[in-house]
């Protein structure tokens, strides 16, 4: 918010404690700031991302780099400090409150030079070629013409920070097409910023980023402690997962096919897998049970609505909720379920005459992970109404 509203009209502001500028500190460096600008919510993040950037920009004496979105500098106050006097550093902000802010910090690095300006716009009079060029833009990312652009440079090295996970997969996503070389083998750190949800945005990101560049190194940076996490983020590659699904709904649809053909029992299969959930949960509420199932609480509860007037699912009041309800297998339920456990293991043992115990002990552990993997991931979603 504070981007999109340092380039709309002024706004009125009133000091009400302190002067009005807050001061934040970057290695060995303070930034006295507007009240209203621009500044990373982790205390630790702005002196994590500076070392990060620095490291994977790998500047030395002379060179040349280019600080896109660049703030008041925090970035290209790291990059100069590599280049040197000899060196040069381009900034871009569209910011000019953060611009003023940025050259009064680093008032003392010459080689440091500010443009306010959006970046498209600014990119053609920058002094290039850059040897690394630093992208950090706002949530909604850098798009297709600045990537491309950045691309068209010829710049050794890219470094582009995303603080959303949509916007910068799409940006990494450019990268192939727009020509940066493929003998590099590019790079991700991601911090989470909110947890669990942060947690999905960043698995989400590198599994984007993993289909786009698989050849990428993937890393994850915590701010408080430095902690870094590498290695095989994606460790099963995209055509095996792809296989993995075919067999899956494979086994879905042959399952159904032998529990249609076999008759087992006298309730539909959907109504039996909601009996089998129900027994081993125990007595619960309804909602309780349709996060279990992975269902939506419209859905389940027309089958409880069923399962109920056949006599197999009791229904009572919750003593703690009087619009509540909860529920259990009733002794009828018990006893359909017990034969039908006993009659689908009998058949199933016929058809695995050919496997040995090990087989079918692998096959039970990868079924069991695999479910369980499934359920977690949609039961940190929520359920569904």
Same mark, same amino acid.
């Given at each position: ?9 002024? #706004?009125?502001?009133? +000091?009400?404690? !302190? ?9 060995? #460096? ?21 070392? +990060? +950037? ?12 280019? @600080? ?37 910090? *680093?008032?003392?690095?010459?080689? +440091?030079?500010?443009?306010?300006? #959006? ?34 440079? !010829? ?15 799409? @940006? ?5 097409? &727009?020509?940066?070389?493929?003998? #590099? ?20 990101? =590198? ?10 190194? =993937? ?12 290695? @095989? ?6 055509? $095996? ?13 042959? *399952?159904?096919?032998?529990? &249609? ?5 006298? %309730? ?6 909601? *009996?089998?959930?129900? &027994? ?35 229904? $009572? ?9 909860? %529920? ?11 034969? $039908? ?10 058809? =695995? ?7 079918? =002990? ?5 079924? $069991? ?17």
């Amino acid at each position: 918010m504070a981007r999109r509203a340092a380039i709309g009209a002024p #706004r009125a502001e009133r +000091v009400v404690v !302190g002067s009005g500028r807050p001061v934040e500190r970057v290695r060995d #460096r303070e930034w006295a700031l507007a009240a209203t600008g621009f500044w990373q919510a982790h205390r630790g993040a702005a002196d994590t991302y500076s070392a +990060v +950037v620095a490291e994977w920009a790998g500047m030395s004496a002379g060179d040349t780099a280019w @600080d896109l979105y660049g703030g008041v500098g925090v970035f290209a106050a790291a990059l100069a400090g590599d280049a040197g006097a000899s060196g040069h550093v381009d900034s871009v902000e569209s910011s000019r409150q953060a611009v003023s802010d940025g050259k009064a910090a *680093l008032s003392d690095v010459p080689q +440091v030079r500010f443009h306010a300006d #959006r970046v498209e716009r600014a990119m053609p009079g920058l002094t290039g070629p850059p040897r690394v060029v630093v992208l950090d833009p706002p949530r909604a990312g850098a798009g297709r013409d600045v990537i491309d652009a950045v691309a068209a440079v !010829g710049a050794e090295r890219v470094v582009h920070v995303g603080c959303d996970p949509a916007s910068f997969a799409r @940006d990494i996503g450019s990268l192939p097409g &727009a020509r940066i070389p493929a003998r #590099r083998t590019p790079c991700v750190r991601c911090v989470p910023s909110h947890a669990p949800r942060g947690v999905h945005s960043v698995a989400d990101v =590198l599994t984007r980023v993993h289909r786009c560049l698989p050849n990428a190194t =993937l890393r994850i940076v915590d701010p408080a402690s430095r902690e870094c996490w590498d290695g @095989d983020w994606m460790s099963v590659e995209a055509d $095996t997962a792809q296989a993995l699904v075919d067999a899956v709904f494979a086994l879905g649809r042959s *399952l159904r096919a032998v529990v &249609a053909a076999s008759g087992e029992t006298p %309730i539909a299969p959907a109504l039996t897998s909601v *009996l089998f959930v129900l &027994a081993a949960r125990g007595e619960c509420r309804q909602n309780e049970l349709a996060t279990d199932l992975c269902v939506s609480q419209s859905s389940l509860s027309r089958q409880i609505s069923e399962l109920v007037d056949a006599g197999y699912v009791f229904r $009572t009041a919750d003593p703690d909720d009087k619009r509540a309800s909860r %529920i259990r297998v009733s002794p009828n339920g018990m006893d359909i379920l017990r034969e $039908t456990t006993e009659r689908r293991a009998e058949r199933l043992r016929g058809m =695995l005459e050919g496997w040995s115990q090990e087989q079918a =002990l692998a096959a039970v552990t990868s079924l $069991t992970q695999l479910n369980d993997t499934f359920t977690a991931s949609v039961q940190q979603r929520g359920p569904r109404i």
